[in-house]
């Protein structure tokens, strides 16, 4: 543009005249913006405001449903040991082997530039509707590995919702609100992971084609409200074409870098006490089946709360300080729940589950929060499903060793031992603070900087 008074408006399609002394009330680090036309909508009325909400809950629904999906085979593990007859190991290929198919999907996302290339809608769509009829061919498979190759076709499926839902979020958030935006979404995320356990505690007696069933059709119809009701919002990123070394510069970027080895051992600790969390309770504590299921939905489903505060807390003192703290209580949590003897009360481990339920979620939409501002912003799809697809690699490992230590060692042991996770974010996150300074809380000056050597 010749002047950024003059700016094409991305809602309503027309040029409009902005004064220059408008765009000066406005905070110097949304003035230094490389482009003020993405501000214009701020003052566009209560109409924006409602299209903004009402994205972030369709959007939030979305991932709240797909995770249903990811998670049920967890909720349903024991039921289908007993009628398919496999072992505890074959039962954990049955939660991790989503992940592979999840980091496959972002693997092959990342290369070809697919969240940047493709509207996000529509992947959502693709992505959404094909991990609900994989999760749905549950129902007529027979034996393990029709199972694992269904459940594989799910993370696939969910590789093309995850990513384009953080990118498509953040295009209706300023860079200074965008980690409440993202905390707001993980907590339906968190939930959507818990609900299936909340089923199998209320479906007891029921057979778990109930579960599969109901999963699999609020995936679908999620994806297709998110595909019909929300476009890109006021704060676009700029359009990305294909690009093969996109990935590449991604990784050679300082901060995006240390940023997503941080977000891996998050991972690392998140997920295993998600998926075997109904396990801890009944191996370690002694709880019966269906109270095993019904705290591991309550503790997981204290990442609700957690995800928004920490989202919250990092726009407002600092995206790697929020994650480091959140991340330092949760792996603390974490440890101390391994090395306890029994003989404590129960109400004790309880407090310091529903604590780590609290905190395990909340450094999570800073990371995303983080990738973001550190990346080449044409390439922010990209550094997503970059991101995504290392943390989930990470995931696949974790989940596939807890239940080896666990025949080794005990559960309680293999508890403990995922503490090793949070201690890399730790060390990752305090290398990248002094270097995030400028961005930590939202405050960009001029285009992401890339702090590649």
């Not at 002394?21 to 209560?46: I, K």
């Not at 060692?409 to 031992?417: E, F, G, V």
């Amino acid at each position: 543009y010749s002047s950024p008074s003059e700016c094409h408006h991305p809602v309503f399609g027309a040029t409009m005249a902005v004064p220059p002394e408008t765009l000066g009330a406005r905070s110097p680090s949304l003035r230094e913006r490389p482009s003020p036309c993405e501000f214009v909508t701020v003052d566009a009325g209560p109409s924006a405001g409602n299209s903004q909400m009402k994205a972030l809950l369709l959007i939030s629904s979305g991932v709240f449903c797909a995770f249903s999906i990811w998670f049920v085979a967890s909720a349903v593990l024991q039921p289908l040991k007993v009628e398919w007859g496999f072992s505890d190991v074959e039962g954990s290929f049955l939660t991790s082997v989503v992940n592979l198919g999840f980091c496959f999907g972002c693997f092959f996302s990342a290369l070809l530039n697919l969240a940047d290339v493709f509207s996000a809608p529509a992947l959502i769509l693709v992505g959404g509707l094909s991990a609900a009829v994989a999760n749905a061919s549950l129902l007529l498979v027979r034996g393990f590995w029709g199972a694992l190759l269904m459940r594989c076709l799910v993370g696939l499926g969910l590789s093309l919702v995850y990513p384009p839902s953080v990118k498509l979020l953040s295009t209706w958030y300023s860079a200074d609100k965008r980690s409440a935006a993202m905390g707001f979404m993980f907590s339906f995320f968190c939930i959507g992971s818990a609900f299936p356990q909340l089923l199998n505690a209320l479906a007891t007696g029921y057979s778990w084609r109930l579960i599969v069933g109901l999963s699999s059709l609020l995936g679908a119809v999620a994806s297709s409200m998110t595909y019909a009701f929300v476009e890109t919002g006021p704060y676009p990123f700029p359009r990305g074409g294909f690009d093969a070394k996109a990935a590449y510069r991604l990784c050679r970027n300082r901060n995006v870098a240390l940023s997503i080895v941080a977000y891996c051992g998050h991972q690392w600790e998140l997920f295993c006490v998600w998926a075997w969390s109904a396990e801890f309770f009944e191996h370690i504590w002694g709880t019966s089946q269906q109270s095993a299921h019904m705290w591991a939905f309550v503790i997981i489903s204290m990442g609700g709360p957690g995800s928004w505060l920490g989202g919250l807390l990092g726009d407002r003192y600092g995206r790697a300080m929020s994650a480091l703290l959140m991340v330092s209580v949760s792996g603390l949590c974490t440890l101390v729940l391994g090395v306890l003897e029994n003989h404590w009360p129960f109400a004790i481990w309880i407090c310091i589950c529903l604590l780590w339920g609290l905190t395990a979620l909340a450094d999570s939409p800073n990371y995303s929060a983080l990738v973001i501002l550190h990346a080449e912003q044409s390439n922010v799809g990209t550094a997503v499903s970059v991101q995504l697809f290392c943390g989930y690699l990470t995931t696949i490992l974790a989940l596939w060793l807890v239940p080896m230590l666990s025949a080794a060692w005990s559960w309680r042991w293999s508890l403990a031992s995922l503490s090793l996770g949070p201690a890399l974010s730790v060390l990752a996150l305090l290398l990248l603070r002094p270097r995030a300074k400028d961005v930590d809380k939202g405050s960009i000056k001029g285009p992401a900087s890339s702090d590649a050597p």
